[in-house]
């Protein structure tokens, strides 16, 4: 009985020897990213702080593509007038006008500009030869908050 339990207790030793500490550092890299939010515009702008430098998915349709280099488009959201602005990152160079009247799925970081920050863009915004009167992301256009878009997909035409 007493050779029983001996050996009962080096299997169970050389089994708990045998395992993997998991430190913290040892996660696939996909698992170290933060996971990827898929928000509406509204749900976006009714909590701003609770996206801001975080990745998110959004798609809507785009209205408007700059025609001055393709720096940044706008999507509009399902309740047909709220709009945000969307510019270009990571290998993104630029919006092809074409993607007017497209819906398109945008996967990017949200951004909302500092006070500072947000008055260098109106600013910048001002001095530059915009449109001649009010457009429909002409809100948009100014605000705070946009999307950085790391990828995207159109998803009709």
Not at 5 to 23: G, R
Not at 53 to 63: N, Y
Not at 123 to 130: A, G, I, L, V
Request: charged share 30%.
């Amino acid at each position: 009985m007493q050779r029983s339990i001996f050996w009962v207790i080096i299997a169970l030793l050389a089994v708990s020897c045998n395992q993997t500490v998991k430190k913290e550092g040892d996660e696939p890299e996909a698992l170290k990213t933060e996971k990827i939010i898929s928000a509406t515009i509204v749900e976006i702008l009714a909590a701003p702080t609770d996206y801001q430098d975080k990745e998110v998915a959004i798609s809507g349709m785009v209205t408007h593509v700059c025609r001055h280099g393709g720096q940044k488009c706008f999507i509009v959201g399902e309740d047909g007038e709220t709009q945000m602005r969307i510019v270009p990152g990571g290998g993104i160079d630029e919006f092809k006008v074409e993607m007017e009247g497209s819906t398109v799925a945008f996967k990017g970081i949200f951004r909302v500009l500092n006070s500072l920050q947000s008055e260098e863009h109106l600013e910048e915004h001002d001095s530059k030869e915009h449109h001649s009167e009010e457009q429909s992301h002409s809100t948009a256009e100014k605000a705070e908050y946009f999307v950085e878009a790391l990828d995207f997909k159109e998803i009709t035409q």
